[in-house]
């Protein structure tokens, strides 16, 4: 079975930096696509960003130029570098591997489609 692992969510003032990682753990797969997600107090789940195996990335248009998403040298990990943080920021962030970051990214999906439990972060004004 499958494990996606986020870590690296807390609490940070307004203007600061996390870097969330994302490990895979369990069986292992493959994956042409891995990605961030994240659910705000209220709100509905959106990408914050994806990457496909080999290096495409998208962003969310609020974290452009703030964010950045990279994989990690053990297969199926990826982080995500956040500097600049906002308030608006705040929510639950989720890895994702596999079908939803692959549409996400106009990708034919290769693979099953596995979540992570999630990280909070929090952005304090």
């Known amino acids: 079975q499958v494990q996606l692992v986020e870590s690296g969510g807390g609490l940070v003032q307004a203007g600061g930096s996390l870097r969330l990682s994302c490990a895979a753990s369990?069986?292992?797969?493959?994956?042409?696509?891995m990605g961030w997600y994240r659910q705000p107090p209220g709100k509905q789940r959106e990408l914050v960003a994806g990457?496909?195996?080999?290096?495409?990335?998208r962003y969310a248009d609020s974290v452009k130029g703030r964010f950045t998403i990279s994989r990690g040298n053990a297969k199926n990990t990826v982080y995500l570098q956040m500097n600049s943080l906002k308030p608006e920021d705040t929510a639950v962030y989720y890895c994702?591997?596999?079908?939803?970051?692959?549409?996400?990214?106009?990708?034919?999906?290769?693979?099953?489609?596995?979540w992570g439990k999630g990280t909070l972060v929090t952005v304090s004004s």
């Open positions: 994702n591997a596999g079908i939803t970051t692959a549409q996400a990214m106009g990708i034919i999906p290769d693979g099953m489609d596995y």
């Open positions: 369990g069986s292992t797969f493959s994956t042409n696509a």
């Open positions: 990457r496909s195996s080999r290096g495409t990335t």
